[in-house]
């Protein structure tokens, strides 16, 4: 269950940014902004294999003490940026990669809507929905 | 007055409540008492407080609240609203809609306005209106917004005058539309067929699908928000790829209708516009269509046409590869449809036909997602593991042969030639072809009459006589690719060489004979250029075949798996 669940566009800024709506929000989108820079690391270290070879996800960008940040970025250079509690019992790599996998078909449902112009914010209610599934449920 | 007339009951006004309700109101206003045996007196209209929206003004007095007829005001009637004749006078009624949740009428004013929205019978917009508060009250009527700036432009003004003149018009009783529950999702018969013409009108080809950038450019018209119609979209593409269906545009077409209407929209797609619901609806027989008389054709001689359209399609294109791709594009859940445009009457053979190669490209180029859109290409190609589209089909290589012929004159020709029916059989007359075997013959003669008839075409209608035997050899080499390969086990030694011979040997007497006129020699080049094709081509094929030849020695003369095996 993340906490924070971000889209970012291929020139770096939010297409879709939803926390679970706690106090620290804003921490959250600090986190994920600086979280970019260790995607674009990993990216650039991949850079020399193939663009085949590389693996969409990313795994645990950094850990800190309180929550962990994933990573995954598809071929066209969108980001997915997922917070996770620490605290939570550890989610399995698996379940990650298919939190992931969801919010990719998701995307790419979006990128099918002939309104949805590349680079808008995502305002799709059937992103919502879906992202609202992964989400903690706050109590 | 809402307790007797049902609205009490069952917890919103459907349309018999309604009606019932405002013949009460006109029974109370006029003094006897409110009781369903009121009703049947003749009574004056009811009397309501004057609005004061100008619109209202202009619309009158509120519809007769009679069971059945409603008053509609001439003068509100938009120029356009009748133009689309060919709607018909399609008198069926429109399913009221309803929404289930609605309150009986809480204040006056609200109520008011429903029946004077009755009157209405201009296309809106959505939005800016007073109906938004209108919303809640929501009553089984057709509330329309007022009239407002935007016009939708003339096929969104058309589909909600038709819906407007189909609330204007004679109704049935009760009774009978209380089969379709008020449902506001439910798209009536005018409806789907109305829907249908705007789908031809935007595709051809009912087994096509509309890209994603034409349906927006299309939707765009209707004025409203573009959030709004990216959520119609999201709700109506059920396979997210990009392009509507038949199916999908109709719902998608009903949510446009259904929100200009005033209706919010659903969070998820109704039951009712399910593409596979509107499917099975279609497949019943539809009425009024205006190019297809055979849309009545049940589902179960489906089977039998789709064979009866190979075989059409392979003949008539020529390509067998054509017909492979046109079916697969076509998806075959949407067999019933297609088979009501191929159908047997001739005129819509060359419709059909006149069409379809056109029809496979926009297909195909419709159908991928990674095709849609020109700006989003690189996101488009990472879609979900998607494979790459299927490459265009080989309809170059007909077009090649063709290309001094026009594929749409020819199958026009064809249409008007099987004017009786089926294609007529095919003419007896072949070019000379010396030395060919009985089986090469039967296949020829199986080849030949649809090539021929083409060219034997263009012989009756061009002046161009030897440009189309010309063009003889040189396609039945290239349509013998595809068959050889099927018969190679058959006879593969004699094929190959007596194919390149008797080309040969046809192509020389015929040139010889050529007079010399500027358009025939034209003809002449062509055909050279042909000839040349079809020998590269014949080359490749020999010595395919020659290999083939060898493996199949090989195998006759067990000269063991490793001889084999560095063969192939």
Not at chain 1, 107 to 116: A, G, K, L, V, W
Not at chain 2, 189 to 212: C, H, K, M, T
Not at chain 2, 467 to 473: F, H, I
Request: net charge positive; hydrophobic share 30%; proline share 8%.
């Amino acid at each position: 269950m993340a906490v924070c669940i971000a889209v970012i566009a291929k020139e770096n800024y939010p297409l879709y940014i939803r926390s679970v709506p706690t106090e620290s929000e804003l921490k959250f989108h600090y986190t994920v902004h600086t979280s970019l820079d260790v995607v674009d690391e990993k990216i650039s270290a991949m850079g020399k294999a193939l663009v085949d070879q590389r693996d969409l996800y990313l795994g645990l960008l950094y850990p800190t003490e309180d929550y962990k940040v994933y990573g995954y970025v598809t071929n066209s250079k969108v980001k997915f940026v997922m917070v996770v509690d620490s605290s939570n019992t550890a989610l399995r790599d698996n379940e990650i990669r298919s939190m992931f996998r969801k919010l990719h078909n998701s995307y790419t449902d979006i990128m099918c809507n002939p309104f949805y112009n590349p680079g808008d914010r995502i305002h799709s209610r059937a992103f919502d929905n879906m992202v609202t599934s992964m989400m903690m449920q706050v109590c | 007055i809402t307790e007797v007339c049902g609205a009490k009951r069952v917890g919103y006004f459907g349309p018999a409540q309604f009606y019932i309700a405002l013949k009460l109101i006109a029974a109370a206003q006029s003094g006897l008492p409110v009781r369903i045996e009121s009703i049947k007196n003749e009574l004056p209209l009811p009397r309501f407080m004057a609005m004061k929206n100008d619109s209202e003004i202009r619309y009158g007095n509120p519809a007769e609240p009679h069971g059945v007829k409603f008053q509609v005001p001439h003068a509100t009637l938009e120029k356009n609203s009748y133009k689309r004749t060919d709607e018909g006078d399609k008198q069926e009624p429109k399913s009221p809609p309803a929404s289930p949740i609605c309150s009986p009428p809480a204040s006056p004013s609200s109520y008011q306005r429903t029946p004077l929205s009755y009157g209405y019978s201009k296309s809106r917009n959505g939005l800016e209106q007073q109906h938004g508060a209108a919303y809640e009250v929501r009553h089984s009527t057709h509330q329309q917004d007022g009239p407002a700036s935007g016009n939708y432009g003339a096929k969104s003004a058309r589909a909600c005058s038709t819906l407007n003149r189909s609330l204007s018009a004679e109704r049935e009783p009760p009774d009978s539309s209380a089969h379709y529950a008020d449902d506001p999702w439910r798209i009536t018969e005018e409806q789907r067929d109305y829907y249908v013409n705007q789908f031809r009108s935007l595709q051809p080809d009912l087994n096509a699908f509309i890209s994603g950038s034409v349906a927006k450019n299309f939707f765009t018209k209707s004025k409203l928000p573009i959030p709004e119609l990216s959520h119609i979209w999201e709700l109506s593409d059920v396979d997210c790829d990009g392009a509507l269906t038949l199916a999908e545009f109709c719902a998608a077409f009903h949510l446009v209708v259904a929100r200009k209407n005033g209706y919010q929209l659903p969070e998820t797609l109704p039951e009712t516009l399910l593409p596979d619901y509107l499917q099975a609806a279609s497949l019943k027989p539809i009425h009024d269509c205006v190019l297809f008389d055979s849309y009545s054709e049940p589902l179960p001689g489906s089977q039998q046409t789709r064979d009866f359209n190979r075989p059409e399609k392979t003949s008539a294109e020529e390509v067998p590869d054509n017909s492979g791709l046109i079916k697969d594009t076509s998806k075959d859940d949407k067999q019933g449809i297609q088979i009501f445009v191929v159908l047997l009457s001739v005129k819509f053979y060359v419709f059909f036909f006149s069409f379809s190669v056109a029809q496979e490209s926009i297909a195909l180029r419709a159908r991928p997602r990674s095709r849609s859109y020109s700006s989003t290409s690189i996101e488009d190609a990472m879609k979900k593991g998607e494979e790459p589209p299927t490459p265009p089909p080989r309809p170059q290589k007909s077009h090649s042969r063709a290309s001094s012929l026009d594929l749409n004159k020819i199958f026009q020709q064809n249409a008007q030639a099987a004017r009786s029916g089926w294609l007529p059989p095919p003419p007896p007359a072949l070019p000379p072809r010396p030395s060919v075997t009985q089986a090469e013959q039967v296949s020829e003669v199986e080849l030949h009459p649809q090539m021929t008839r083409p060219p034997s075409q263009t012989e009756e209608n061009s002046s161009a006589k030897k440009e189309a035997v010309l063009t003889q050899p040189p396609s039945k080499p290239v349509r013998r690719k595809f068959r050889t390969e099927t018969q190679v086990l058959e006879n593969p030694e004699l094929s190959p060489t007596i194919n390149v011979t008797s080309s040969l040997s046809a192509v020389k007497p015929h040139l010889p004979v050529q007079k010399q006129s500027s358009k025939q020699k034209r003809a002449i080049q062509t055909a050279i250029r042909k000839n040349k094709e079809a020998n590269a081509v014949l080359a490749r094929l020999n010595s395919e075949l020659q290999q083939q030849l060898k493996v199949r020695n090989a195998l006759k003369n067990h000269n063991g798996k490793a001889r084999l095996q560095s063969l192939l």
